[in-house]
């Protein structure tokens, strides 16, 4: 150590105290990194790596950035995982004895980037505290860019999960022994992308924890705050507090309250639910347009659009609350001329809650001054519209919006309208606003005056036609003499520098006015930039009432674009109920409708409530619309509970206490799981965690496995949710196994939808209608028609598919032999048809108790086709099949079905 030079000691001193950080390190105008760091930035921010010589034999590897980009690279790191500690020069280096003093004034990790510029202004940036315990999380939730500060309390992995997923943290602090947890950490990082950060046992002591809370908030206990000292989630949101103080190193003061939530306030969403729903981004591209926000979305304000999508991912469940919100939107629909001057002022308003954590952290600049004073202009012209809103949350709003009258003059009063960007250089404060900071910029514009009089002077009286006064950093005032005049310079001259075709002088009478006229640009500059902390500071104690008004004008701004969009699309305000029902007339999915041409969707009604309308099996082709109407009303179910007007003629919700949804089929390759574990994954999920209030959408449960396996666990599906002494939950249940529809009248509350479509020679038009009853056919060769398939392979399906319908012969008795069927209630009959030029034998099942004699289609018969399996036929024939118990029949037509498989 003592080899190094004394500069590379102060580094390697600081760098010791942050081992897990990567040392940005400022030497004058760059922050520059060494050793191991070096390796790291170069690599990962694609500079050049170079060496310095620290006193040892060997240089140290090196690399910098300028202080002026250093946002760009820090925000770069950051997004790859790293943290990065900024360490400054504390004293001016003019004064300094020695090395200028150095300190590390801030760590930056991707849950504490304050940078605007890279950050996403629609979304919050959080930062998650995790603390596991062995029966529980607590879980602490803070946004440093606008002070929001949240923290519960969850009792399992999955809950946590979902709180995850609910927040998309971009980091999560943690004790060690969530490592051990039930929590798959591989997939945390992977698929959600959060940096996951195990902090020392320090940070997690109840005692430094409780004090840390008390000492922010100034309390004597917690209880003033709604908290219990000592609680997992205190211990969290102490965890984040003392983290927030060690990286952060500066007032945090714009935390101005923590606020505890419960999750059974709100709607659970789990993860798959969000994204089946598309409720922010699409499910394939991840991109907003096409997802729910997409359409509902017609913020003005950056805070509007955050709080837009905090609605959306915590639907209400309490019947008031979602109430007070549609009357507001209701209002604000009803009142179109003010809604729109309301939004015309929104308009040009900054994001004052990022503003004010600036303030906070004492990095605004004067521009961002001059943005928040631009801003408080708008508030009493808004303030001024609300004024004679009725609903009791446009009241709410319209006190809480402050104007802020004081700021807004004290900034207007203060600050240059066209400020310089950085806080060093003169030009911030107005004139007339302080008598010293005027007096000096007139002696700075006298002595330039003084210099022109002197310019003038000197050329007379040495005769140097072109003679000038000239100003740079190195050398300051100085005359500029030309080689063609070099002769005429008096001797009292004293030469500063020697130029290929000039010389550059000065004068005892030049020096004179530069003292006072660079002495006057010093003073003023840093006496204008301590007037400017000082109104920082200022605006900085008045948080609290600033973050009010912010969060009014969100509530405004995302009030009056709910009213804009129930307007221009045409929804209907829900009307709210407990009773258990659903009632849609005409609904439409919000999404879909605003995807296809104008007027092509056609509306549906759904009936479901806690009774006779408990299931609906929806059958119907391929891309017949069933997934586009489940989601529809699931949607509009949650829209409803976020506050929203729907998109529907009429509806009637009753508020579900969560929406969970199984579609489609998706694989986990990353937790290497298949498509049917993660389907039967979300099934368990489901029918664990659902009540009879919850709404079920589920599409083709059981399709990712062998039609037996996946119809039996269908079927029992169907029998668990529609029991209400099991669960009874309201459920939209899609499917392709038309034996599903022989529930309905089996089971109570149990009934068969199907979306229509109707037949064209060889072709099928969709209709879109939902009507009651099963489908009659699954058209999947038509629909394969549509896709382009090519005629031949048509053609062979076909075939193949005549010879393979025996299985549902099997299948049918399989389930007509389930706990409900005994077998005497089975019944056998043989048929003989005659189906497109062949010759067929019907074995037809069906349930004595059933309602009464069935249709004879091809899908209630197993089929033999004659043609090329006569050997088959009179096998059967022979088989006198009404004899056998169902077992056997089945046994028996399997060796059959096997034996033309095996032909095929
Ligand atoms: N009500 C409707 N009005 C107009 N178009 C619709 C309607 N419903 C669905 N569509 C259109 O039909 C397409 C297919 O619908 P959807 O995916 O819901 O079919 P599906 O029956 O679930 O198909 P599959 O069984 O193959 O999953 C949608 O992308 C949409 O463009």
């Not at 010791?16 to 950080?21: G, I, P």
């Not at 591209?285 to 997802?291: D, I, L, P, V």
């Not at 308009?347 to 004073?373: G, H, Q, T, W």
């Not at 806080?423 to 514009?445: N, Q, S, Y």
Request: with cysteine; hydrophobic share 40%.
């Amino acid at each position: 150590m003592s080899q190094l030079t004394p500069l590379m000691q102060q580094y390697v001193q600081i760098k010791e105290q942050y081992k897990d950080c990567i040392l940005f390190y400022r030497l004058g105008d760059f922050y520059e990194m060494f050793f191991e760091d070096a390796h790291i930035c170069s690599k990962e921010l694609e500079i050049a790596l170079t060496g310095k010589n620290i006193g040892q034999e060997e240089r140290a590897p090196m690399c910098g950035v300028p202080f002026h980009a250093v946002e760009g690279y820090l925000s770069k790191l950051v997004s790859r995982g790293y943290r990065v500690a900024i360490c400054e020069q504390v004293e001016d280096p003019k004064q300094a004895k020695g090395i200028v003093k150095r300190e590390v004034i801030r760590i930056v990790t991707p849950g504490t980037n304050l940078n605007t510029q890279v950050l996403d202004e629609t979304k919050n940036n959080y930062l998650m505290a995790v603390v596991h315990t062995t029966n529980a999380y607590g879980i602490s939730i803070v946004d440093v860019t606008t002070g929001d500060y949240y923290v519960t309390e969850v009792e399992s992995d999955r809950k946590l999960m979902d709180e995850i997923f609910k927040w998309s943290p971009s980091e999560i602090i943690c004790n060690d022994t969530f490592f051990v947890s039930g929590i798959d950490i591989e997939t945390l990082k992977s698929n959600f992308n959060i940096a996951l950060s195990p902090l020392e046992p320090w940070y997690f002591d109840d005692d430094l924890c409780v004090r840390a809370l008390r000492e922010h908030f100034h309390v004597a206990t917690l209880d003033g705050l709604g908290l219990k000292d000592y609680t997992i989630g205190v211990i969290a949101a102490g965890c984040i507090m003392q983290f927030l103080q060690e990286t952060q190193k500066s007032s945090l003061s714009h935390i101005t309250k923590l606020t505890p939530y419960t999750y059974e306030k709100y709607m659970l969403l789990d993860s798959s639910t969000v994204r089946n729903l598309e409720l922010t981004e699409t499910l394939r591209e991840k991109q907003k347009r096409g997802s729910l926000l997409w359409v509902l979305d017609k913020t003005k304000t950056a805070m509007g659009a955050r709080l837009l999508r905090s609605f959306m991912e915590q639907p209400l469940i309490d019947y008031d609350m979602i109430i007070q919100r549609l009357e507001a939107v209701s209002e604000l629909k009803e009142n179109m001329i003010s809604r729109e001057e309301i939004r015309e002022y929104l308009n040009p308003i900054y994001d004052l809650e990022r503003i004010m954590s600036k303030i906070s952290y004492k990095s605004a600049n004067p521009r961002d001054l001059v943005a928040f004073c631009s801003s408080l202009s708008m508030l009493p012209h808004i303030k001024f519209l609300m004024q004679n809103f009725e609903s009791p949350l446009l009241k709410e709003i319209y006190d809480d919006l402050d104007p802020l009258q004081d700021l807004f003059d004290l900034i207007d009063r203060s600050i240059s309208e066209e400020p310089p960007l950085t806080v060093k250089e003169g030009g911030i404060i107005k004139e007339g606003f302080h008598e010293e900071v005027d007096r000096l910029r007139k002696a700075k514009t006298e002595g330039k005056d003084w210099l022109m009089d002197l310019e003038t002077k000197e050329r007379e009286a040495t005769g140097i036609k072109n003679l000038r006064i000239r100003f740079n950093r190195v050398f300051g005032y100085y005359l500029e003499v030309t080689n063609s005049y070099k002769n005429l310079v008096p001797d009292s001259w004293i030469r500063k520098q020697t130029l290929a075709n000039a010389e550059r002088y000065t004068t005892p009478e030049l020096k004179n006015l530069e003292d006072i006229i660079l002495g006057a640009e010093d003073k003023l500059f840093s006496l204008e930039y301590n007037i400017f902390c000082e109104i920082r500071d200022q605006i900085a104690a008045e948080v609290k009432r600033i973050q009010q008004t912010a969060k009014a004008i969100a509530k405004i701004d995302v009030f009056a674009s709910l009213a804009l969009v129930a307007e221009q699309n045409n929804y209907t305000k829900p009307i709210m109920n407990t009773n258990g029902s659903i009632h849609i007339k005409n609904g439409r999915h919000p999404v879909v409708e605003r995807m296809i041409s104008h007027d092509m969707f056609v509306a549906n009604d759904t009936l479901l409530d806690n009774k006779n309308n408990r299931v609906s099996i929806i059958t119907g082709p391929n891309m017949a619309g069933k997934s586009t109407y489940m989601r529809q009303t699931a949607l509009i179910v949650l829209m409803a509970q976020i506050g929203s007007f729907v998109p529907a003629d009429a509806a009637e919700v009753s508020i579900v206490d969560r929406i969970f949804t199984r579609v489609g089929a998706s694989d986990d390759l990353a937790s290497g799981q298949s498509t049917f574990m993660v389907e039967m994954t979300e099934v368990a999920n489901i029918l664990r965690n659902a009540t009879k209030n919850s709404l079920l959408i589920l599409d083709e449960i059981g399709r990712g496995t062998s039609t037996f396996d996946g119809l039996s666990i269908a079927w029992a599906v169907v029998e668990h949710i529609s029991n209400c002494s099991i669960l009874g939950a309201k459920t939209l249940f899609a499917t392709h196994y038309h034996e599903l529809t022989e529930l309905e009248g089996r089971l109570e509350g149990v009934n068969n939808y199907c979306i229509a479509v109707k037949e064209q020679g060889e072709d099928i038009v969709f209709l879109r209608k939902i009507v009651k009853g099963g489908a009659d056919k699954s058209y999947g060769i038509q629909v394969a028609k549509l896709a382009g398939v090519p005629s031949s392979v048509l053609k062979r399906a076909s075939e193949i598919v005549l010879e393979l319908t025996g299985n549902d012969l099997a299948l049918k008795t399989k389930n007509l032999s389930s706990p409900d069927a005994s077998e005497s209630e089975v019944e056998f009959v043989q048929e003989e048809l005659q189906l497109d030029d062949n010759t067929i034998l019907g074995v037809h099942a069906t349930s004595k108790s059933g309602k009464g004699k069935k249709k004879v289609d091809t899908n209630q018969f197993s089929l033999f086709s004659l043609s090329g399996n006569e050997d088959i036929i009179s096998e059967l024939r022979d088989l006198d099949i009404a004899r056998l118990t169902p077992i056997d029949a089945i046994n028996k037509l399997y060796q059959l079905q096997k034996k033309i498989k095996d032909r095929i």
